[in-house]
């Protein structure tokens, strides 16, 4: 059985250590709900984006024209991985999915990948396992487009100079507070849902459009806009996880802390209770000796 002062030490150090995950936790909520909203409001223009772009391709297409490189396909000869992790753990099992998801695509790749590291969990992993790291990059809490535009081009610059053939992102889709999703996107050449559709309703939803100039410098111009945003947007998402995720795990753990502290202040209870008692039958066995 410890003994109290073991008991007493035992409890302070879990109650301060609670107080660290409580204080973490309202930390995590306040950029939490910022990195949401952010999201959401992120979410129509990409959506958008990618309608204008489906169509454009659409158009193209039906007229034999010539698309952008960025969304031609090629022979796959070299593959690039963009992954997205969080800088620091405590978000539970979140940097672990994201990183198996990883693995698996390394796994599977028939062809030799090199790997662009944003967050260093991810660059870590990509140390640990030996691949090829050619870029790392940072951002901070509350990320602008701008911010993340040297990410872009370096990934645009590569596939079009033919140094790889493909590019993937991997990162956090936030689904709500409770669930973060790993996703696994194709980022480079673009995917498009008009490619192969049968539909004939398909192509009455954009009849309003007119572009100007044309068509195609139209669609030269908003390929890369696009891949921007891509990018941008799994950025948003992926904070937005991390901060889910991590005010979760921190109020879990505060909770685990609080109900430690209940089983320990029983302990203690019992172990004062079992010296008392101790104490007494020691003074009434005196007691009788002497009076014997």
């Not at 995590?28 to 959401?40: D, F, I, L, P, T």
């Not at 669609?219 to 921007?228: D, F, G, Q, S, T």
């Amino acid at each position: 059985m410890p003994s109290l002062k073991d008991i007493r030490d035992r409890i302070r150090s879990v109650s301060n250590t609670a107080k660290i995950t409580s204080a973490m936790q309202l930390i995590a909520a306040s950029r939490m709900q910022r990195a949401q909203q952010m999201v959401r409001n992120g979410r129509p223009y990409a959506d958008q984006m990618r309608e204008v772009l489906s169509h454009l391709v659409m158009r193209l297409e039906a007229e034999d024209e010539t698309l952008d490189p960025l969304l031609q396909r090629r022979p796959n000869q070299r593959e690039l991985l963009v992954l997205v992790t969080p800088d620091r753990g405590l978000a539970g099992a979140l940097v672990g999915n994201i990183l198996r998801v990883a693995a698996q695509e390394l796994r599977d790749a028939e062809v030799p990948v090199d790997t662009v590291g944003i967050g260093r969990k991810g660059e870590r992993f990509v140390a640990r396992t030996g691949q090829s790291l050619v870029a790392s990059f940072s951002v901070g809490d509350r990320p602008s487009l701008g911010d993340t535009l040297d990410i872009s081009s370096f990934v645009i610059d590569r596939y079009r100079s033919g140094d790889v053939d493909s590019v993937k992102l991997i990162y956090a889709q936030f689904v709500n507070t409770s669930v973060q999703r790993p996703v696994n996107l194709q980022l480079l050449p673009i995917a498009t849902t008009s490619s192969g559709s049968d539909s004939d309703d398909g192509p009455a939803l954009y009849l309003d459009y007119i572009y100007e100039p044309s068509p195609a410098e139209v669609l030269a111009n908003i390929a890369p806009r696009y891949v921007e945003t891509l990018v941008y947007h799994a950025i948003l998402e992926a904070q937005a996880s991390e901060h889910s995720a991590r005010m979760i795990a921190m109020q879990n753990a505060t909770d685990n802390a609080n109900e430690l502290i209940e089983d320990l202040t029983l302990d203690l209870n019992k172990a004062r209770q079992e010296a008392i008692t101790g104490e007494l039958l020691d003074i009434v066995g005196g007691v009788a000796g002497v009076q014997g």
